[in-house]
């Protein structure tokens, strides 16, 4: 059991920093938030400033 749990830990951990690569790549993180809060649909988000 601990065996399969470190191979999909390993597995989170390598998608998500390739992702978190990919963002930084792209110059993603520089979007406007309220950009994505529309894509993402977040009623809870304040789009009056």
Avoid: E, G, P
């Avoid at 749990?5 to 938030?33: E, H, P």
């Amino acid at each position: 059991m601990a065996a399969v749990l470190r191979q999909l830990w390993f597995i989170l951990d390598v998608t998500s920093k390739s992702i978190a690569q990919s963002i930084i790549d792209a110059s993603l993180f520089k979007v406007d938030f309220r950009l994505i809060a529309y894509f993402v649909n977040l009623s809870s988000v304040n789009m009056t400033y």
